[in-house]
């Protein structure tokens, strides 16, 4: 007999944990057929060779039917505003700053810090010091799942790449009369459109009526180690469809998860993790995502330090992207 180990199935609705058990030769690397594997992408280094917009370089990374996962690099401030009529947005601060100046008002991102820009609020960024975030577009609206105003720890970090991310602009960032383009932007891009406004006039405008736009410290509500039994991860936003969980496990995870009815996309923000699946091993380092397509067993034993975001989608997701051979691998260091 080999070794016995636990694992526990997931259904999102209804909320019920599965649990069995197995042996753990049968499941590691056990897969042989099926069309969704485990990819695994170094997505910042796609950015090195994507063409420039204005003050942006932006590839998408994982895509479906409701939700886009980017990444993006900002070196100044975004020449036209965004206004997403029919999906939210989502910007995570992985490398040095950025400043969002919404109709709700302006945010300051710190690195691991993440805030919401609800559908149809215009907007615009200036990204500071190797500016690198993660641009989450979903088709369903959803909710803050934690409280600003009361995180359970305040947590600062410093992200250092290997090579500097460096693109250079074309320094057009507004029309002669100062005002500036906003692209009206739809799920189905065949409905956009671009209408000239006065920044000036739109920063601050909302009065009532909208979700709040305040940033979160992603990292900064853990109860205990998650992954073990006991504390539970939290869950920063939140819909019947999607949602967006971090997790901070420092040791083997308590059992293998196989997720019945979601997609994870996994984005390293610290530490080391090695990442036993059915389709094998894998590990990923700080900056770089992975994919567990629903139905696939896997278990995560994290190093020291290790911090995780997950997106969780009932919708299937595919990747976009991959790296090529030839490629720079750069490597991030987060402390």
């Given amino acids: 007999m080999g070794k016995k180990i636990r694992e526990f199935m997931t259904h999102r609705d209804p909320d019920e944990h599965i649990w069995v058990e197995r042996d753990e030769a049968a499941v590691i690397g056990t897969a042989r057929m099926g069309q969704r594997m485990v990819p695994k992408i170094r997505p910042f280094d796609l950015l090195r060779s994507a063409p420039c917009s204005g003050n942006r370089v932006q590839v998408t990374v994982w895509e479906g039917d409701t939700l886009r996962i980017a990444v993006e690099s900002l070196f100044d401030r975004e020449e036209q505003l965004t206004r997403a009529s029919d999906h939210d ?6 490398c040095g700053r950025s400043t969002v100046e919404s109709e709700c008002g302006v945010v300051e991102l710190e690195i691991g810090e993440a805030v919401l820009i609800p559908a149809a609020i215009s907007h615009r960024s200036a990204g500071k010091e190797d500016c690198l975030r993660v641009r989450v577009a979903t088709r369903e609206l959803v909710n803050l799942g934690v409280d600003p105003e009361k995180p359970l720890a305040e947590t600062k970090f410093t992200v250092r790449p290997s090579e500097p991310f460096t693109p250079q602009g074309n320094g057009r960032q507004e029309l002669q009369n100062g005002h500036a ?3 009206i932007t739809f799920w ?7 209408i000239e406004r006065d920044p000036a006039a739109l920063i601050g405008a909302v009065t009532e009526g909208c979700r709040p736009v305040k940033k979160i410290r992603a990292f900064d509500y853990f109860t205990g180690m998650t992954g073990k039994g006991g504390a539970k991860a939290p869950v920063l936003y939140t819909g019947k469809e999607f949602r967006v969980d971090v997790y901070n496990l420092e040791e083997e995870q308590r059992g293998f998860h196989r997720g019945c009815d979601e997609d994870e996309i996994w984005f390293q923000f610290r530490g080391r993790s090695l990442n036993h699946t059915e389709w094998g091993a894998m590990e990923l380092e700080a900056g770089q995502t992975a994919m567990i397509p629903r139905g696939i067993a896997h278990r995560i034993t994290g190093s020291p330090g ?3 975001l997950v997106f969780y989608s009932r919708a299937l997701v595919q990747p976009k992207a991959f790296n090529n051979v030839s490629e720079r691998e750069t490597r991030f260091e987060v402390r």
């Fill in 181 to 183: 383009l906003e692209h």
């Fill in 188 to 194: 189905n891009p065949q409905s956009d459109v671009w």
């Fill in 306 to 308: 290790f911090l995780r």
């Fill in 89 to 94: 947005l989502i910007y995570f601060q992985f």
